[in-house]
């Protein structure tokens, strides 16, 4: 069964600061990963979506990386704002099997932002 | 283009009522899924359309939990008889199937069970 575990559950940085997300996932035959912001309340919205054969895409100030050997993607925001106050979620697609298509969620890094 | 959307965004009911929640999809989306999330966790599966008909309901808790997409495109989500256990965000996507399979959510449905 995947497991995708994000690391740090929380996190406060100063405006301004770059910052990394961590996700670990425990089956590596995946087909995608996907990160996704969400704001208090609100619904997913999507980051970015990381191909297996790909090992990275950005996105404006957000770039995410993927090493599917190890199990291990992270999300590095940039000159981090007040605005990209929210939980981070990191999901997983795995290849193949019955279920192939279905999101395997973390529980999301809580990333505050102060001014 | 118009986005996911889910009606209602929030829905208080008493335990033992019935309930539907409505996911309408981005217009020629022909995947759906339904995703439960409880509070400070990762949503959760619960059921995955390919047109019309459901193609894994695995992620279903019980039987009071049942959907539909009669026509493949919009989708109800029914719960039966609701527990206080079933309060949680109700969330949908949707995606192409092909090249770009990225599952674009709406805004949830949050239901309250009292």
């Known amino acids: 069964k995947q497991e995708v575990t994000q690391i740090p559950a929380a996190l406060s940085v100063p405006e301004g600061e770059n910052l990394v997300l961590n996700c670990s996932f425990t089956?590596?035959?995946?087909?995608?990963l996907q990160w996704f912001r969400q704001d208090p309340g609100k619904g997913l919205t999507s980051l970015l979506l990381?191909?297996?054969?790909?090992r990275e895409q950005t996105s404006g100030r957000l770039n995410a990386s993927l090493d599917k050997s190890s199990g291990r993607s992270t999300l590095y925001i940039a000159a981090s704002q007040p605005g990209d106050s929210a939980t981070y979620l990191c999901a997983v697609r795995l290849r193949s099997g019955g279920s192939n298509y279905k999101l395997t969620f973390g529980k999301g890094t809580l990333l505050t932002v102060n001014p | 283009g118009a986005g996911v959307s889910q009606t209602p965004s929030n829905k208080v009911t008493e335990k033992g009522k019935y309930v539907e929640l409505r996911c309408d999809p981005i217009s020629g989306h022909t995947a759906l899924y339904w995703y439960r999330q409880s509070l400070g966790q990762g949503p959760e599966f619960l059921i995955y359309?390919?047109?019309?008909?459901?193609?894994?309901d695995s992620g279903l808790p019980n039987d009071r939990f049942f959907a539909v997409r009669p026509e493949g495109s919009v989708s109800t989500l029914k719960i039966q008889r609701t527990e206080r256990g079933d309060s949680a965000m109700y969330l949908c996507?949707?995606?192409?199937?092909?090249?770009?399979?990225?599952?674009?959510f709406g805004p949830g449905t949050r239901l309250l069970v009292l």
């Open positions: 089956d590596s035959a995946i087909y995608n």
């Open positions: 990381i191909q297996s054969s790909q």
């Open positions: 359309f390919q047109g019309t008909g459901a193609a894994d």
């Open positions: 996507a949707s995606s192409f199937v092909g090249s770009d399979e990225t599952q674009y």
